[in-house]
């Protein structure tokens, strides 16, 4: 019996590598063929390194040829590995948290500039927009997310994961929510130190049952101080929201803010800045524009640090109205409110997406679903 070496090749040619779709001889990975006889010697090079990849291709070579060409070859394998180069370190420090795959900052230089109302309002929209959302409410000064959601009374229960005992966060609208606030009083002054703060918020995060998520927002404590440090560092954030307002006094902060997650012990990529309370409108008259705090200062300064405006939210009452009956504002159908909340998320998410595509894709920064995402065209 002799072998043609063409009537090998047109055998491999039924048959690809295991999960490398082409056939093997058009994809190259069939480097060499060589008959002598009725002994034929295949070399080939595959991706994938494991024992199991190298075994099937072996298994599929030999069925191939055996098929086709003659059941009695005798058939010798020759595979080489050639596994693409591991993808460089992450730069995102602390583990990932399994299931949750984006974890975002909220931040303010300054109090009072409206970082919960934002932070909520954002998680409504990508709730709205199809992603699995939840809030760690991280403001030990004064956590106000559990008003905003209309859950102030409520505890996290305790449920059983897996063996172990694990926080149940609240949830409000669909949204996850665990707060500093349901562990204390309200009237009691609670006096955290950083490492203090540091541990009751890591435990919020990996002791807790939030399940598969998307985003997970945090609505840090306004202020740029060393808890603030501890905090940040405490997390494997994915990127941080600036929030400021237009005046002088609060824009000095915001840029102390940004600074803080750009410095090397940090290195947490700003997403953006958003300008909250831009502008006053009356709600009846929604042309009417009044800028009580000064005109454009966060998107001056955004232009100034190279970071992106996300987004420009008036001052009007039903955001007030909302976050005090715990109904945040973006819940509202087809309103400029709702629309000018689903701007800031969708640019938002487009500088994550850009953000997790200059990085290498890890657990913690990989996003599972587009969803409604219009803009972003992935
Ligand atoms: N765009 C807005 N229009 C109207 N009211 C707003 C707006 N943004 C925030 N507010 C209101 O301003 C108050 C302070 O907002 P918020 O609690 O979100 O600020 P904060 O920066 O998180 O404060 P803190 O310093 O306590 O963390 C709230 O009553 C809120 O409803």
């Given at each position: 019996m002799k072998l043609e070496k063409q009537a090998i090749l047109n055998a491999l040619k039924t048959i690809s590598v295991p999960g490398e779709g082409e056939d093997m001889v058009t994809s190259g990975a069939v480097t060499n063929v060589v008959t002598f006889g009725d002994e034929v010697i295949v070399d080939i090079t595959i991706k994938n390194p494991s024992l199991q990849a190298k075994k099937k291709a072996e298994v599929e070579i030999m069925k191939a040829i055996h098929a086709e060409v003659h059941m009695k070859a005798q058939?010798?394998?020759?595979?080489?590995?050639?596994?693409?180069?591991?993808?460089?370190?992450?730069?995102?420090?602390?583990?990932?948290?399994?299931?949750?795959?984006?974890?975002?900052a909220v931040a303010s230089g300054k109090g009072g500039v409206g970082k919960s109302t934002i932070t909520a309002n954002l998680a409504?929209?990508?709730?709205?927009?199809?992603?699995?959302?939840?809030?760690?409410?991280?403001?030990?000064?004064?956590?106000?997310?559990?008003i905003m959601f209309d859950v102030q009374d409520e505890k996290p229960l305790s449920v059983k994961v897996d063996g172990k005992q694990k926080m149940k966060p609240v949830e409000s609208y669909g949204i996850k929510i665990l707060s500093i606030?349901?562990?204390?009083?309200?009237?009691?002054?609670?006096?955290?130190?950083?490492?203090m703060a540091s541990k009751a918020l890591n435990q919020m995060i990996f002791d807790a049952a939030w399940g598969a998520l998307d985003f997970l927002l945090v609505d840090l404590p306004p202020g740029t101080g060393d808890i603030h440090l501890s905090i940040v560092q405490a997390m494997p954030l994915t990127g941080a929201v600036v929030v400021s307002?237009?005046?002088?006094?609060?824009?000095?902060?915001?840029?102390?803010?940004?600074?803080?997650?750009?410095?090397?012990?940090?290195?947490?990529?700003?997403?953006?800045?958003?300008?909250?309370?831009?502008?006053?409108?009356?709600?009846?008259?929604?042309?009417?524009?009044?800028?009580?705090?000064?005109?454009?200062?966060?998107?001056?300064?955004a232009e100034d640090l190279g970071v992106r405006l996300l987004a420009q939210i008036p001052l009007v009452q039903s955001i007030r109205e909302g976050g005090d009956v715990g109904h945040p504002a973006a819940l509202q159908k087809d309103t400029i409110l709702a629309e000018a909340f689903e701007t800031m998320t969708r640019n938002s998410v487009e500088e994550l997406v850009k953000r997790n595509d200059s990085l290498p894709p890890t657990e913690a920064v990989k996003i599972t679903t587009m969803a409604g995402c219009a803009a972003v065209k992935k």
């Open positions: 058939v010798k394998v020759n595979i080489k590995v050639d596994a693409p180069e591991k993808a460089p370190k992450n730069e995102i420090k602390g583990k990932p948290i399994p299931g949750i795959q984006n974890i975002i409504v929209s990508l709730q709205k927009m199809g992603f699995k959302v939840g809030i760690l409410d991280a403001d030990i000064y004064g956590p106000s997310i559990p606030g349901f562990f204390t009083k309200p009237d009691q002054a609670v006096v955290w130190r950083g490492p307002t237009p005046q002088k006094v609060a824009l000095a902060d915001a840029k102390k803010g940004v600074a803080m997650f750009q410095q090397d012990s940090i290195n947490v990529p700003v997403l953006g800045i958003v300008e909250n309370m831009a502008w006053f409108t009356p709600e009846e008259l929604p042309e009417n524009k009044y800028y009580i705090f000064g005109k454009e200062g966060a998107s001056n300064l």
